[in-house]
Every structure is written in structure tokens, then in C-alpha cells.
């Protein structure tokens, strides 16, 4: 069973966002903001551990020597990482305490647990995530089933005791209007004759770490209805007020500008509709808005078939990851061009230093919990992104999302 576990709290500036991602706790050891060097103890206090030994211990208080670490946004060659009670005490230069467990980390990589900034998931999704290093999911909508994993989930997030599903982030129940998107779930929706402030304080009330805004007209699609720009603006604002990210659906281009006019702190689709112009990319940087760009469901299974045929990944999927992966979208199919759009988008944005989340959408036809996220990160690298950049996207996901979470929370006693 995978090892966990990190402490819920945010620490000041880049620090807030540094909880640890991990799957395993030799995985889940470092993240962004701290020093590279190597770990110094007086060899006769260090206990050093036979290498290949599991990295656990009753205490979860160890050091990982002379690996190579990705923190988060950077490589660092050579370096080590001390973990107490199963808190990071250091990355980088650290004195070892007399009798500490030191495993051997040359040869070996170590980074911080992956992030998916949109899912729909549920306890056998949050198992197949982990499984593939994603050690936090950022559910993006669910129904009123769905509400009832929420107190176990932010009971867990907080706990230091071992686990084999990912962190859980949830907006609950999005705000939506009756017969608008999502069509097929029966859930409460905000009528005309409905105060968006009560709607939103029930849902906060119901356990939502944030608040999700669908706008959503059809014009991608068929024509549906969807929120006014002054229920959009209503709903933003009650949100802040009551110190709650405010994210939108909004898949094209003048349903973002509806949702960025009100103050929403977040997209979590990229638009797909139309390649998007130089003002409206500087308007979204300037407004310090994020992007979820969920490349995964707009291209027609390409990534999908990829993972499928990777033996590397195809001995670890489950049956559940197989049959998503192996459905498709005929939607993606007849609109060929909503993936080249979509990259284009992807491209432009980072190029302007937007700032660029991974998330897969997933369980749609062509996507699997965990596994996506590895192909969404490969996909960043056709978007103007290096490697290094297009990785630190799946560590942003989780620290520059649930940091803004954070900012707006009030203190909970």
C-alpha cells in the first residue's frame, strides 16, 4: 500500500505552495523553493540502509542521499532530502540526527507527486491516480452521491496515515441552470427566481472547496441554456466574499470573456472554438487568471492510443483505465480541428506566461485517472513547452491551484 502523507497547511509566499505531492514517501519527498546541496552527517551517526531497501519506517523519519530531484519547477542533479514524521524538514543541505535512516538515492530520481486540475472521480478513480504518481485530484464537478466522500476526503488530505487513493479536492455541485450543462445530472441548479448568494452559500455549506461557474451556451454544440453574465458576476462575488476560489467552464471564446469579466480566478478548459487573439491573451495574463488546459479529451484518442500501446503503462492500468482509454469522443471526431485549436491556445498562453495547469478531464472517452496526466504533460512539450516546463505544470496544478484556495479561505478553528 503507497505511504503518505503531508501536512494540510499553507506556508508564506512560494512556501504556501510546497505541500507534498507524493505516492510513495520516498516519491513524495521534495517540492518547489528549496536549496540544492548535499545532505552532511559524520558517517558514524548516519544508519545508512542497504540500497533497494523500501523507504519506510515507523517513524517516517529518513533522508534520501544523492538522488537526482525534481522540486517542482527545477533539476537538481545531485542532491538529498530529509523527511520527518513524515513532514519535509529540508531539501538540500541537512544535518542528519545521530541513528537517522539514510537510503542511497544515486541512480534514482525523486520528485513531488503529480497534480490533475480537472477530474470527475471517485474512490476506484483516486486509487488508479496514485497508482501513476498523481497524489492529488481537483474534482470539478459532482452530483449529490458524489457530496457524501467530501468529509472523509478533506479529513484525509490532512492526515499523515497511509493511503492508497490521491488527495481529493472537490468543487461539489457547480452552479448551473435547469436544463444547461451538464444535462443528464439531477442536481440543484440555479432558477431565475433563485439568490446566486444562497446558492452558493449552500453549496459551500455542502462542502465545496471552491466554486465552479458553468458557462456554457452550446455553441460548440447544440445551443443550451446557461447562467447570465449577472448571475456569472453574482456567483463570483459571493464566492470571494465568502472566501472561495471562483474557476469557470467556459469552452469557448466569449463565454471565458463573460466568466474573466466577473472576476473568475480560473478556466478550466482551454478554448477550443477559435484560435484565441494577442488582446485576450494579454487581458488573461494580465488578470493573473490560470488556464486547465485538458488537451486530453480534445484529441480524438491519439494520447489514448499511445498509453494503450506503451508496455510500460499497460501493465499498471486497470480494467476501469482501459475501457475510458479505448472510448472515444464523437464529438472530438467530427470536429478535427478542436485539437489543433486547443494546442495553438495552449501555445499562445504559455508563450505570454499565462499560467498553464495540468488536467485531463477525466473520465471522458479517451482518458483514465492518473495515467492521462502523463500523456497531458508529454502533449505540453507540442505546445512551446521543454520538458522541464511541461512537468512543472502537473506540480503547479496542485500548488498554484490550492494556494489560491488558501489565500481566500478563512481561518478554520
Not at 545531485?78 to 538515492?105: E, F, K, L
Not at 451556451?217 to 471562483?246: K, M, Y
Not at 493573473?288 to 485538458?294: I, L, M, Y
Not at 492521462?372 to 498554484?400: C, D, I, K, P
Request: glycine share 10%; proline share 6%.
Amino acid at each position: 500500500m503507497p505511504d503518505r502523507r503531508t501536512p494540510d497547511q499553507p506556508s508564506p509566499g512560494v512556501g504556501r505552495a510546497r505541500r507534498l505531492l507524493g505516492s510513495r514517501l520516498a516519491m513524495r519527498l521534495l517540492s518547489a523553493g528549496l536549496v540544492a546541496g548535499a545532505v552532511t552527517t559524520p558517517a558514524s551517526q548516519a544508519a545508512v540502509v542497504p540500497q533497494g531497501t523500501p523507504v519506510v519506517n515507523a517513524g517516517n523519519t529518513f533522508v534520501i542521499r544523492d538522488a537526482r530531484i525534481f522540486d517542482g519547477q527545477r533539476w537538481i542533479e545531485r542532491g538529498s532530502g530529509h523527511v520527518v514524521r513524515g513532514r519535509i524538514a529540508s531539501v538540500g543541505r541537512a544535518v542528519v540526527p545521530r541513528g537517522t535512516p539514510v537510503y542511497d538515492g544515486r541512480g534514482k530520481t525523486v520528485m513531488p507527486g503529480l497534480a490533475d486540475a480537472h477530474v470527475h472521480t471517485d474512490d476506484e478513480g483516486r486509487r488508479d491516480a496514485l497508482r501513476f504518481g498523481v497524489t492529488t485530484q481537483l474534482d470539478m464537478f459532482s452530483d449529490v452521491d458524489g457530496l457524501a466522500q467530501l468529509p472523509a476526503a478533506k479529513r484525509l488530505r490532512r492526515s499523515l496515515k497511509r493511503t492508497d487513493l490521491a488527495d481529493l479536492w472537490s468543487v461539489g455541485i457547480g452552479v448551473t441552470v435547469p436544463g444547461g450543462y451538464p444535462i443528464a445530472l439531477e442536481i440543484p441548479r440555479l432558477t431565475p427566481g433563485t439568490n446566486p448568494g444562497r446558492f452558493v452559500a449552500d453549496r459551500i455549506r455542502e462542502g465545496s472547496d471552491y466554486i465552479k461557474i458553468v458557462v456554457e451556451d452550446g455553441s460548440i454544440n447544440r445551443p443550451l441554456p446557461t447562467l447570465t453574465p449577472q448571475q456569472v458576476q453574482a456567483v463570483v462575488t459571493t464566492a470571494h466574499e465568502r472566501r472561495r476560489l471562483a474557476v469557470a467552464h467556459a469552452e469557448a471564446i466569449r463565454s471565458a470573456k463573460i466568466a474573466m469579466d466577473a472576476g473568475a480566478d480560473g478556466l478550466v478548459h482551454v478554448f477550443r472554438d477559435t484560435e484565441v487573439d494577442t488582446a485576450l491573451v494579454s487581458e488573461i495574463r494580465d488578470r493573473g487568471t490560470f488556464v486547465v488546459a485538458t488537451l486530453a479529451v480534445f484529441d480524438c484518442g491519439l494520447g489514448a492510443n499511445d498509453l494503450l500501446a506503451d508496455e510500460r503503462v499497460a501493465t499498471y492500468l486497470s480494467e476501469a483505465q482501459i475501457a475510458t482509454l479505448k472510448s472515444r469522443n464523437p464529438g472530438c471526431q467530427r470536429n478535427p480541428d478542436w485539437h489543433r485549436i486547443a494546442m495553438e491556445n495552449v501555445r499562445r498562453l504559455h508563450a505570454a506566461g499565462v499560467p498553464i495547469l495540468t488536467g485531463t478531464d477525466t473520465p471522458l472517452a479517451g482518458t483514465a485517472h492518473g495515467v492521462s496526466v502523463l500523456a497531458e504533460v508529454e502533449r505540453f512539450t507540442s505546445a512551446g513547452m521543454t520538458a522541464q516546463q511541461a512537468l512543472a505544470t502537473a506540480n503547479r496544478s496542485r500548488a498554484g491551484f490550492s494556494s489560491r484556495v488558501d489565500s481566500r479561505r478563512a481561518p478554520q478553528h
